[in-house]
């Protein structure tokens, strides 16, 4: 009797197993995931230590984007749907963050400075692994010395020198904008602190979070201009080096990250907090990585591939008839 239970049991459970949504919600769900996938996106290109190019690697639409941005009238029509939802959240995520992360800086700018450099350690591991995915070779960590060597000196340089002075100005918005570009075509190029460290960060996110055009102008001519010029070089430079180019933007990161840690302290309870905000960051962003390792993303665009490349085949089609005609 107990056995014959089990069996029922075990066919209601593989019966609701087997059921299918109804194609709405599978539509709603995906669309869903996708705002809130972009939200993250967007939050990673606010908050210094995250980045938002790493978010797109993680949640599998890395390749689709550099697609789209280094051949945008060839892959949108393939890939619009997909990138719909996630612009979205995208625009929820940054604009919505900007204006948080500025008033918590005025509160307490030391703690929470210590937070986000929590927040680039706990990423280290993901971004090691992610750039080691094919093997890792001497030429790989000769990158990374160099990239980490490199920057570290034009901070320095920067920092030391007296006839040098960041102040906030149209160019200069251009220059985040443009680091933003950056940040967002190469995966790990967390362009945050840097700003912060060049004192441009505060500013920048209070202009974004007030809709300040003096600031948001230049700021789009910045990220635009970028991602035009760089995606194409950039998404080439992945494809046949994938590993060095990889190891260069973590030197890069380790090098931006240095020069924002916080070295003193009002008092010894202000450095409590700070190494406990640093604690939580690492855990936070070291267990979002974790996750994304245990729960890889589905490849929602197969359907979106397809067509892409059966358009591309029935092109070469009409390509070779030509020629024989």
Not at 250 to 273: N, Q, R
């Amino acid at each position: 009797m107990t056995c014959a239970k089990q069996h029922i049991s075990k066919g209601k459970k593989q019966r609701w197993k087997n059921k299918k949504a109804p194609p709405f919600l599978v539509k709603l769900r995906k669309f869903t995931v996708g705002v809130i996938q972009g939200v993250l996106i967007g939050a990673g290109a606010i908050l210094p230590g995250i980045s938002g190019g790493v978010l797109c690697v993680v949640f599998g639409i890395y390749r689709q984007m550099m697609a789209v941005l280094a051949h945008p009238f060839k892959y949108l029509k393939v890939y619009w749907k997909m990138f719909m939802p996630i612009g979205i959240g995208w625009a929820i995520g940054f604009i919505g963050l900007a204006g948080v992360i500025a008033k918590l800086l005025s509160l307490n700018a030391v703690a929470i400075i210590s937070l986000f450099v929590g927040l680039i350690a706990g990423t280290f591991p993901g971004l090691l692994r992610e750039g080691s995915k094919n093997g890792r070779t001497k030429g790989m960590w000769l990158a990374l010395a160099i990239s980490t060597i490199a920057l570290l000196s034009f901070f320095f340089t920067l920092k030391f020198s007296t006839s040098t002075t960041v102040t906030p100005s149209f160019g200069w918005y251009i220059f985040c904008g443009a680091l933003w570009g950056i940040s967002l075509i190469v995966p790990g190029m967390s362009s945050s602190s840097l700003l912060m460290f060049l004192g441009l960060y505060q500013p920048m996110s209070q202009g974004i979070a007030t809709f300040d055009l003096n600031v948001l102008f230049p700021f789009a001519i910045g990220i635009i201009g970028t991602v035009l010029l760089l995606a194409r070089l950039v998404n080439n430079l992945f494809e046949k080096h994938y590993g060095i180019a990889f190891f260069c933007v973590i030197g890069f990161v380790i090098a931006s990250t240095i020069p924002i840690i916080p070295v003193s302290f009002k008092s010894v309870g202000e450095a409590v907090l700070c190494v406990v905000a640093a604690a939580a960051g690492f855990i936070g962003a070291f267990m979002m990585d974790r996750w994304s390792e245990k729960h890889p993303a589905q490849d929602d665009t197969t359907e979106a591939v397809i067509s892409g490349a059966v358009e591309e085949k029935i092109e070469d089609v009409f390509d070779s008839m030509k020629k024989d005609d």
